[in-house]
């Protein structure tokens, strides 16, 4: 792998890679207009509100329910006394995420959805034929590794020491013990487990909010933060796309696919799975992601 | 001597103040689980028929091991209120059944996974999280399972899966849907869905 560092790559970033790096700066220069409309969101949860009353509303066919408990279905009516206090633990629970530009980013899953099926599943296919499990997996080592000082940077911007020294070291080691990055020998090795951190969730830890739910064609689900945080990380990645290592244009569009190829390799299947266990794909992607965020930025 | 009998009554003190890692509901999962991969690798289950009666041994074993009516009020919230006693049934029903066709697929292609137990966390009274780890040959996925005790029974009534709670899941998408729509709405779609497998 050839990767040239010089110094004089802020100087140019190829027009490609600019244009790349689009939806980054697209966010960007309309982030004023997402701000607006996030403030509609509470318009949106008072709406949630109005149903509210319906807590009132139970009390009657409550009552009514205990009457029919002799006749029914015993297994399902001894559990209705502590409805009340199931609905107040789940309530709490709830995490959700300001969605107003819901039918564009429903346009966009769809997108991805084809995208899936009609090229990206298509390839993995063809390519873990070819490709042993093994190399597949040190392949998303590389890819890991090559992502190391999005890690290193963002568990010290949180102030995470341990977590910084111990992705610091898992670079160090994989680097050189582990070839370039292809042996996670750090893990396999010595035990040292990597501790995920980017731009997105430092944000989050100085409690920033997501703003909105965003869905990027190829990228998938986002918000606002969390994209600004990815062109960030950009930055700090061997292979972002604003990355300090100048890469020509072929070489990282052959790289991504690649990375991206390889990942699906890995998990074909997952998205069907989840998708047929889905009554509405969209809304199951979009708060799967905003409690995986949450617990994310809460570790 | 004396110091034996001392390590041994701070050791006794210790273990009383520390939050204890194994637990009742982490031995009722374990046990249920190791059924299931029993069942998986039986060697007398092969082909298409071995995969249909693995399939009907795993649905056992999953009714046993999940409160279903406890998974759907949570699912439905505030929601369950509107559903009538005979829609209430049909949903647990249906829901079982979509889980059930969903995952019990998943679960019969699984060969050489590795399960590790972590731990028990208290998460109120009543419930504890068993936290365990889900290890395969590229991935280990960390899976929780929420559990309520009743009648001295540990039953399982949320599964987080890297971090993602099943019933907040299905919540976020079942309100939606009822938000505009009466509950014979989502029954009828769920029906379908159900049917259609």
Same mark, same amino acid.
């Given at each position: 792998?050839?990767?040239k560092?010089?110094?004089?790559?802020?100087?140019?970033?190829?027009?490609?890679r600019?244009?790349?790096?689009?939806?980054?700066?697209?966010?960007?220069?309309?982030?004023?207009?997402?701000?607006?409309?996030e403030?509609?969101?509470?318009?949106?949860?008072?709406?949630?509100?109005?149903?509210?009353?319906?807590?009132?509303?139970?009390?009657?066919? !409550?009552?009514?329910?205990?009457? /029919?408990?002799?006749?029914?279905?015993?297994?399902?009516?001894?559990?209705?006394?502590?409805?009340?206090?199931? !609905?107040?633990?789940?309530e !709490?629970?709830? $995490?959700?995420?300001?969605?107003?530009?819901?039918?564009?980013?429903?346009?966009?899953?769809?997108?991805?959805? *084809?995208?899936?099926?009609?090229m990206?599943?298509?390839?993995?296919?063809?390519?873990?034929?070819?490709?042993?499990?093994?190399?597949?997996?040190? +392949?998303?080592?590389?890819?890991?590794?090559?992502?190391?000082?999005?890690?290193? +940077?963002?568990?010290? +911007?949180?102030?995470?020491?341990?977590?910084?020294? *111990?992705?610091?070291?898992?670079?160090?080691?994989?680097?050189?013990?582990?070839?370039?990055?292809?042996?996670?020998?750090?893990?396999?090795?010595?035990?040292?487990q990597?501790?995920?951190?980017?731009?997105?969730?430092?944000?989050?830890?100085?409690?920033?909010?997501?703003?909105?739910?965003?869905?990027?064609?190829?990228?998938?689900?986002s918000?606002?933060?969390?994209?600004?945080?990815?062109?960030?990380?950009?930055?700090?990645s061997?292979?972002?796309?604003?990355?300090?290592?100048?890469?020509?244009?072929?070489?990282?569009?052959?790289? *991504?696919?690649? !990375?991206? $190829?390889?990942? /699906?390799?890995?998990?074909?299947?997952d998205?069907?799975?989840?998708?047929?266990?889905?009554?509405?794909?969209?809304?199951?992607?979009?708060?799967?992601?905003?409690?995986?965020?949450?617990?994310?930025?809460?570790? | 001597?004396?110091?034996?009998?001392?390590?041994?009554?701070?050791?006794?003190?210790?273990?009383?103040?520390?939050?204890?890692?194994?637990? #009742?509901?982490?031995?009722?999962?374990?046990?249920?689980v190791?059924? &299931?991969?029993?069942?998986? %690798?039986?060697?007398?289950?092969?082909?298409?028929?071995?995969?249909?009666? %693995?399939?009907?041994?795993?649905?056992?074993?999953?009714?046993?091991?999940?409160?279903?009516?406890?998974?759907?009020?949570?699912?439905?919230?505030?929601?369950?209120?509107?559903?009538?006693? #005979?829609?209430?049934?049909?949903?647990?029903?249906?829901?079982?059944?979509?889980?059930?066709?969903?995952?019990?697929?998943?679960?019969?292609?699984?060969?050489?996974?590795?399960?590790?137990?972590?731990?028990?966390?208290?998460?109120?009274?009543?419930?504890?999280?068993?936290?365990?780890?889900?290890?395969?040959?590229?991935?280990?996925?960390?899976?929780?399972?929420?559990?309520?005790?009743?009648?001295?029974?540990?039953?399982?009534?949320?599964?987080?899966?890297?971090? &993602?709670?099943?019933?907040?899941?299905?919540?976020?998408?079942?309100?939606?849907?009822?938000?505009?729509?009466?509950?014979?709405?989502?029954?009828?779609?769920?029906?379908?869905?159900?049917?259609?497998?």
């Amino acid at each position: 792998m050839m990767l040239k560092v010089s110094g004089e790559t802020w100087k140019g970033v190829p027009p490609m890679r600019a244009i790349l790096a689009m939806p980054i700066i697209i966010a960007l220069i309309i982030f004023p207009v997402f701000l607006y409309a996030e403030s509609t969101v509470p318009q949106d949860e008072g709406q949630n509100d109005s149903q509210l009353p319906l807590t009132i509303v139970q009390a009657q066919p !409550e009552s009514s329910t205990e009457e /029919t408990v002799k006749d029914s279905d015993a297994d399902v009516l001894v559990d209705l006394e502590d409805l009340e206090a199931g !609905e107040e633990m789940s309530e !709490e629970e709830t $995490v959700g995420i300001a969605d107003p530009l819901q039918p564009w980013n429903r346009m966009w899953y769809h997108f991805n959805d *084809k995208a899936y099926f009609w090229m990206f599943k298509p390839m993995a296919q063809g390519y873990r034929v070819v490709v042993p499990e093994g190399f597949r997996v040190c +392949f998303r080592n590389f890819y890991t590794n090559a992502t190391a000082p999005v890690r290193i +940077f963002n568990n010290l +911007f949180q102030l995470k020491i341990e977590y910084f020294f *111990k992705e610091l070291v898992r670079f160090l080691i994989n680097t050189t013990i582990g070839f370039v990055g292809f042996r996670d020998c750090a893990k396999d090795c010595y035990g040292i487990q990597p501790h995920q951190e980017d731009f997105g969730q430092t944000l989050g830890h100085y409690g920033v909010g997501h703003g909105i739910y965003l869905v990027w064609p190829f990228l998938g689900p986002s918000s606002v933060r969390d994209t600004i945080g990815t062109g960030a990380d950009s930055f700090l990645s061997f292979t972002g796309i604003l990355s300090p290592v100048d890469l020509e244009v072929p070489v990282w569009v052959g790289l *991504k696919t690649h !990375e991206l $190829v390889n990942d /699906t390799s890995l998990r074909i299947g997952d998205y069907e799975i989840f998708k047929e266990a889905a009554i509405d794909p969209y809304i199951s992607i979009r708060d799967g992601y905003a409690q995986r965020r949450k617990k994310a930025v809460q570790e | 001597m004396k110091i034996v009998i001392v390590l041994l009554a701070a050791y006794s003190l210790l273990g009383f103040a520390i939050p204890s890692f194994a637990g #009742p509901a982490l031995d009722t999962v374990k046990g249920e689980v190791d059924g &299931v991969l029993k069942v998986l %690798k039986d060697p007398a289950l092969k082909g298409e028929t071995g995969k249909k009666a %693995k399939q009907e041994q795993i649905r056992k074993i999953s009714q046993k091991m999940f409160d279903f009516v406890e998974l759907s009020k949570r699912t439905l919230g505030i929601n369950w209120n509107k559903f009538s006693m #005979p829609q209430r049934q049909e949903f647990v029903d249906l829901y079982k059944g979509l889980l059930e066709d969903a995952y019990v697929d998943k679960i019969t292609s699984y060969t050489d996974e590795k399960i590790d137990y972590i731990k028990e966390v208290q998460l109120s009274e009543s419930a504890v999280e068993v936290q365990s780890i889900v290890v395969t040959k590229s991935a280990a996925i960390p899976v929780y399972y929420r559990m309520l005790n009743k009648d001295g029974q540990w039953r399982v009534y949320d599964v987080v899966i890297e971090g &993602v709670s099943l019933v907040n899941n299905y919540r976020s998408q079942f309100r939606d849907i009822l938000a505009n729509n009466p509950p014979e709405y989502l029954l009828d779609t769920l029906r379908k869905k159900v049917q259609k497998r």
